[in-house]
């Protein structure tokens, strides 16, 4: 199965500031069929990104996917308050699919 | 609109079963491949299981091959989680997954 490895684990920032999140897997995540998740309080589990780069509806342009193959990164541009929350990725290429571990964003 | 409304938690036993369901609408279930995904208090999300769109294969995490069973309705636009042998460590909120479309979750509480 793919692992996904995220990185850091906890990243403690002030609102304003941006975040850069890291996603590694352990092999070549096929059609970049990787997706990003919000999971906080006030959004409850909320899809951020698809295919890798392609924002879900809704979604504020401060963020941003990008990557392919095995590495990923998620950009969130000036933090707002509702943004401090846990992050995952997620590869939906191939079976099972499999999730990061979570990247926590604090303040 | 893609709708997904699990049910079927609830406080059970160690040793004991328990049925979830999930109600699907607003897309051709019969076409779809379907999941369960839970996630146990203050840890990440784990994926548990696959049915493909007839039924016909299914996949499950070693953590709950052999306990649970996962099935489909397609006449019906139901999916179910038919989980026994549960254990507290199965505490979690179980979601029913349609690709990326996530329902509400259903809590499980396993404990005596």
């Known amino acids: 199965e793919v692992v996904l490895t995220q990185s850091p684990g906890t990243l403690s920032l002030s609102p304003g500031e941006r975040a850069t999140l890291s996603c590694r897997a352990s092999q070549t995540v096929r059609s970049n069929y990787l997706a990003w998740y919000q999971q906080s309080p006030v959004y409850g589990l909320r899809l951020l990104i698809y295919?890798?780069?392609s924002r879900a509806i809704g979604i504020p342009d401060r963020f941003s996917g990008s990557g392919s193959g095995t590495d990923f990164t998620l950009i969130i541009n000036r933090l707002e308050p509702e943004d401090f929350a846990v992050y995952y990725c997620?590869?939906?290429?191939?079976?099972?699919?499999?999730f990061g571990q979570g990247t926590r964003v604090e303040i | 609109e893609v709708k997904l409304v699990e049910s079927g938690g609830g406080l059970v036993q160690p040793g004991g079963s328990l049925r979830l369901s999930c109600s699907a609408s607003g897309f051709t279930f019969s076409n779809s491949a379907m999941h369960w995904v839970r996630q146990a208090p203050g840890k990440g999300l784990e994926y548990l299981s696959l049915i493909t769109s007839d039924g016909g294969t299914t996949y499950y995490a070693d953590s709950v091959k052999g306990r649970f069973t996962i099935s489909r309705d397609n006449s019906e636009n139901m999916l179910y989680f038919q989980m026994s042998s549960l254990r507290p460590e199965d505490t979690a909120v179980y979601y029913c997954?349609?690709?990326?479309?996530w329902g509400q979750g259903t809590l499980v509480t396993v404990s005596s």
């Open positions: 997620h590869q939906y290429s191939s079976s099972p699919r499999t």
């Open positions: 295919g890798a780069s």
């Open positions: 997954v349609r690709d990326l479309t």
